[in-house]
């Protein structure tokens, strides 16, 4: 699809060196299953945050940021921000209760996200204790402080801090290790958010999309899943 956008691009430009017609015309995309929602479990999503909650009371290193990791973890959760937008928040953004003027992919913007009860928590736990303790007198930009203050975390930060939580969450759980990174969240997020309010559009305003096209990605049923609702649909007729 990609190639196929970037040749029509070529071939309309007024010296094109596609001098023959179009090369990508006659090819045709493959028939392939549409891709299952990436979202974790309940029970996953549990190992996680009792995880994080390990860290903060066994990690006491002095540039260990054990509730700044914690606190990450529930944004991407808790909002179904994407890394590139959690990664530039500022903390002027955040009043206690909502983010604020949030940028989104393209253009595009949230007035305000809501953050529930369980994320505040979370959150003001991080403010309270680590940050301000990093930045006693609240002068610096992000809402996250890396180690280098001035600057922003990084989208390899984020991974790296969530690979950190799942570390600690697989020690004990090798067999059904948890595989996760910041979009595996925001599946997590769609999918909970779609069947709470049973809404398209709903859904699509709360993951920051201008329409709702790209929707079903992250409210599609999982494979397990859908042999469950199968095999319900068997079990009616026993």
Known sequence: SS?????R????????????????????????DEADCKKLSTRDLHRLFKA??????????K???????????????YTGLRVSELTQLRRSQYDGKYLSD???KGKSRSKSIYLTTACRELLDDY??????????????????????????LTRQQVFAVLKHIADEANKHSQDNAIHIHPHRLRHTFGAE????????TETQQALGH?????????????????ETVMEGIGNQLR
């Open 127 to 152: 403010l309270q204790r680590e940050r301000l303790s990093d930045d006693p007198q609240d002068t610096h930009t992000p809402l996250f402080l890396p180690a280098a203050l001035e600057s922003f």
């Open 3 to 7: 190639l196929r956008h970037f040749a």
């Open 63 to 77: 540039n260990a940021r054990p509730r700044r990791n914690r606190a990450t973890l529930a944004l991407l959760y």
């Open 210 to 226: 201008v329409s709702t096209k790209f929707i079903g990605r992250y409210v599609r049923k999982t494979q397990e899943e859908r």
């Open 193 to 200: 958010f779609s069947e709470k309010t049973g809404s398209d």
């Open 52 to 61: 994080a909650d390990n860290l903060v009371l066994t990690e006491t290193r």
């Open 102 to 104: 949030v940028r989104r």
């Open 9 to 32: 691009w070529v071939y309309d430009q007024a010296n094109t060196p596609f001098q023959h017609g179009l090369p990508t015309q006659d090819i045709k995309e493959l028939a392939v």
